[in-house]
């Protein structure tokens, strides 16, 4: 049974950093494709970050510069470091592994971020 407990969400304020974390287990974690998602009150889920199995990332425009993501095959762990939050990325965040061939995907329970002063 796949399972991904994510960790590491809160209360920030504008300017500070949060560092969320994704445990997976389950699943042969190595071959595939991770991300990070959020959703905020009344908005569609969007993509924040994705990181291939090779270690190649992809970012939403409202996050380069500011968010990082990497992960840690040894682990089975990926991380999202979010730097200079801003109320705007305020979100539950959800961790995702991408579909695999005829492999279903996997979403995480969620993870609220919140940035206000």
């Known amino acids: 049974q796949v399972r991904l407990v994510e960790s590491g969400g809160g209360l920030v304020q504008p300017g500070g950093s949060l560092r969320l974390s994704c445990a997976a287990s389950?699943?042969?974690?190595?071959?595939?494709?991770m991300g990070w998602y959020r959703q905020a009150p009344g908005n569609e889920r969007e993509l924040v970050a994705q990181?291939?199995?090779?270690?190649?990332?992809n970012y939403a425009d409202s996050v380069k510069g500011r968010f990082t993501i990497s992960r840690d095959n040894a682990k089975n762990t990926v991380l999202l470091q979010m730097n200079s939050l801003k109320p705007e990325d305020t979100a539950v965040y959800y961790c995702?592994?991408?579909?695999?061939?005829?492999?279903?995907?996997?979403w995480g329970q969620g993870t609220q971020v919140t940035v206000s002063s």
């Open positions: 995702h592994i991408d579909r695999l061939g005829s492999r279903p995907e996997y």
């Open positions: 389950g699943i042969f974690f190595s071959l595939r494709d």
């Open positions: 990181i291939t199995r090779g270690g190649n990332t």
